[in-house]
Structure formats: C-alpha cells, structure tokens
C-alpha cells in the first residue's frame, strides 16, 4: 500500500538541483542549504502520500522547503541568514556568458533586496514559477508577489546602473536598454 | 499559445530572456543548479528507498501469501 510510485523518486531528482539553488538563495550558505534539501527530502518523502503524481512537484517541494526554512529560522534565531556567501562560494566555474566580476555585482545587488522581494524574484525570474505558483508557494496574494517582483526589479536596474552599467563591454548595450527603457 | 503568453508575460514583468537581469538570474540560479546533486543526498535516496522496500516486503509477506520470485 504504501510502496512508493517510481516516478516520485523520478521527479524528486528532477526537481533537487533548481530546489537546491533556491535553498542557497533563501540560506545564503551551501552548507545550510544542503541541510536545508535534506530534511526536505525527508518531509517530503514521508508525506509523498498527500501528494498527487501529475501535479505540480516542483511547487510542492518549493513550498516545503520555504516553510522549513523558516520555521528553522523562527527556531534558531536570525543566526541563519549570513547574506555575506550568498552564491558566492564555489562559484570558480560558471557556465554562463557572463564574466564572474560582472555576476558577483549582480550578486551583491540581489543581496541588498529585501527577503520577501529577492524571494519573489527568484520564483518568478530564476526558478520559472508563475505569479499564481510564486503565491501559492509564499503563501501571500497575486498582487502581492506582482508588487514585489517589480518593486525587486526597479531597485536591481537602479542598483545595477549606479554600479557602473558599461564598464564590461559585451554586456554594455543590453543593459542599457534594459535600464533605460524600462517603464514602471 | 501558451508560450505565446508566457512570452509576453515575461516581456512585460521584464525578466524575459533577453533582459539583463531575466538573464542574470537564470545564470546566477545556473552556477548553483549545474553543480549537480551532492552525493549525501543521492544516499539519502537510496537509503529512503530500501526501507521503504523493506517495510513493504514486510507487510507483503504479513498480509499475503509469498508469491516467489
């Protein structure tokens, strides 16, 4: 009965590595954030039975893992959050387009959000959510998780721009444009 | 379709694929994701597995006559 449907395990893999960067986002450190995906993957595997397989896995395993992470904070105090390594470590190869100087401002940008507004972002911009998905899985309204993903996007073009948008040369002109013809 | 208006959705909340911060997000989020899965969490997999496995063996073998192999 309660032998566990193959595709579960399936879409757990599936889902850990986006799960795991979103855990390095809201802790802020590898280490934690491996805590952090270990006991979600505990919690989920042992209520997989409230799960229904052919829905959304990625949103559940999300949503888990933010309510952990902030009962875990509730617990131990603010100790948790050390915004300082946020995506920093181990990040000596990257595959992107993007130099590494040019990522870490972005970084240290994101980094001086609000919580509520990078989560937001971070759902909506990285992890691919829907604004209904992104609601559903901070437990707050549409509108709400709407205002601050444009909110956390106005304060990254503003950020981004004081911090010398043209400096790095392939990047110059989209970010320009980007930041210029941006209406809010 | 469905594209289509995710498309445009993206265009306009700005995070679309050929924004600047759309993009720097997704490679950022890239930097953590293309690390893979770490090894302590593949066991732990395993590991929920097999007693999984196990304790249905058990409760098949409680509740029905074994079958074989």
């Known amino acids: 009965m309660a032998t566990q449907d193959p595709g579960f395990k399936r879409e757990l893999l599936a889902t850990l590595p986006s799960l795991r960067a979103f855990a390095v986002s809201l802790s802020g450190r590898h280490d934690k954030a491996d805590d952090l995906v270990q006991d979600t993957v505990m919690k989920a595997w042992a209520k997989h039975e409230s799960f229904e397989m052919g829905t959304n896995m990625k949103a559940w395993l999300f949503t888990i893992l933010r309510n952990e992470f902030y009962s875990q904070m509730r617990k131990r105090g603010r100790e948790i959050q050390d915004s300082d390594g946020l995506f920093t470590e181990r990040m000596a190869v990257h595959p992107s387009q993007y130099g590494i100087m040019d990522l870490s401002d972005f970084k240290k940008a994101l980094d001086m959000l609000p919580s509520d507004q990078r989560e937001a972002i971070i759902l909506i911009g990285a992890s691919g959510f829907s604004y209904e998905e992104a609601a559903e899985i901070c437990q707050c309204a549409v509108g709400t998780v709407k205002s601050r993903v444009s909110r956390a996007r106005t304060r990254l073009q503003d950020l981004l721009k004081v911090e010398g948008e043209g400096d790095y040369g392939p990047d110059a002109v989209s970010a320009q444009v980007t930041s210029t013809r941006h209406i809010g | ?69």
Request: charge should be negative.
């Open chain 2, 1 to 69: 379709m469905n594209d289509l208006s995710a498309l445009r959705r993206r265009r306009d909340d700005g995070l679309g694929p050929n924004t600047d911060i759309g993009r720097k997000l997704r490679a950022l989020f890239a930097t953590v994701e293309d690390q893979g899965i770490p090894p302590h969490l593949l066991d732990l997999l395993d590991r929920l597995d097999e007693v999984e496995r196990q304790s249905s063996v058990h409760l098949n073998s409680a509740t029905a006559p074994e079958d074989g192999e």
